[in-house]
């Protein structure tokens, strides 16, 4: 299951030295961490997952592939993108196609790197793009629904469907707000998806502040923090020149630096969590000598289709799920462990994963 966040953010914010620091800390892992670049602004990288290496350990896994998030760097946006400016409409499209926003904002001062808009000014910052999304799905709606309000008139049962899913983005759009407040819970996030709109996807506020305030951030990112938590939105705090400079360290010089700036992990490493939380996804593992591997799902998804991000075979033949949970194969040291110790559990098609399970699936061929 490929999930994508798209960097977003106005010109001159840092996005494109986060990305770029995302994408050498991945290369750096290649060894143990899967790595690919699929075009020059896009980027698989790993999901930090300490547990992961204590089930490698445990099982005496010879090799350990964590579960991935991509990144897609999006051009800097400007004022006026909605209409065409800059490169606009290339690049709303490209945020299209994401299933999340991580959205850069500057919250650092600096005479020496130019503002757009000729101050620093975070909140105001993050209203410039969200307007010109907002801008971008009502024009876009408005020109949808009316076609789409035809289908329904018809008889149409899908084009109805679809029509009250318009209807219930269009009322805030057309008061000035995200179409994302009309989406209730992860639940609906597939239907709102379909849609293509640009405001109804969740959103990372990520604040790129100066390496002093690395480790606790600053005034403005605080601004910042406020503003998530009234919209019920993530909030992470980086520095990207230190994330620059951590990712083209050797790993064993990386504990030292990260020591000497007051962190106690790359800030990457909260981004990369938080755009997983964010589109509400969970994770599973399968462990044994010769891999211990992580897997991702969404959140509800059940036991065979679980099973199905490993083979459409196994989905489709799916007889029982062998579970056993994170904390208890840690505990008893492992399957056989867990089996004496009855926490090993036999779980059917309607069982729903569990952040941390640890699965064997049977099927039928």
């Not at 445990?58 to 350990?64: D, E, H, M, N």
Request: with cysteine.
């Amino acid at each position: 299951m490929g999930f994508k966040c798209g960097i977003v953010g106005l010109p001159n914010v840092g996005k494109s030295t986060l990305f770029n620091a995302l994408t050498q800390t991945a290369a750096a892992q290649a060894a143990n961490y899967p790595f690919c670049t699929i075009e020059p602004n896009v980027g698989d990288v790993a999901v930090p997952d300490g547990r992961l290496d204590a089930l490698a350990g445990i099982a005496g896994s010879k090799q350990i592939i964590p579960t991935r998030l991509t990144f897609v760097d999006i051009a800097g946006l400007v004022r006026g993108a909605s209409k065409g400016e800059g490169l606009g409409n290339q690049f709303l499209a490209n945020i299209r196609e994401c299933d999340a926003v991580a959205h850069v904002v500057r919250c650092f001062e600096d005479g020496d790197i130019t503002h757009v808009e000729g101050r620093i000014d975070p909140v105001s910052d993050i209203d410039t793009i969200e307007t010109e999304l907002m801008l971008a799905d009502l024009d876009s709606l408005e020109k949808r629904a009316v076609a789409a309000e035809k289908r329904a008139k018809g008889g149409d049962k899908e084009a109805k469907e679809t029509f009250e899913l318009m209807q219930r983005c269009l009322a805030p759009l057309r008061e000035g707000k995200p179409a994302r407040v009309a989406v209730n819970g992860p639940e609906e996030r597939r239907a709102f998806h379909a849609l293509g709109l640009l405001s109804s996807k969740p959103v990372l506020y990520v604040c790129n502040v100066e390496e002093a305030s690395a480790d606790r951030g600053n005034a403005f990112s605080a601004r910042v923090a406020e503003r998530a938590k009234a919209e019920g939105a993530a909030c992470v705090v980086v520095s990207a020149k230190i994330e620059s400079e951590i990712a083209v360290l050797p790993e064993g010089d990386r504990k030292d630096y990260l020591d000497a700036v007051g962190l106690t992990e790359p800030g990457l490493n909260r981004v990369i969590r938080a755009g997983y939380g964010l589109l509400h996804l969970v994770t599973f593992f399968t462990v044994g000598p010769k891999e211990a591997r992580a897997w991702t799902v969404e959140g509800g998804a059940r036991a065979p289709q679980a099973a199905g991000v490993i083979h459409t075979d196994f989905e489709k033949g799916f007889i029982r799920a062998e579970t056993i949970a994170y904390d208890d194969y840690v505990a008893c040291a492992g399957e056989a462990g867990a089996r004496e110790a009855g926490k090993f559990r036999l779980e059917g098609k309607d069982y729903p994963v569990a952040d941390g399970d640890v699965f064997h699936f049977r099927f039928a061929n």
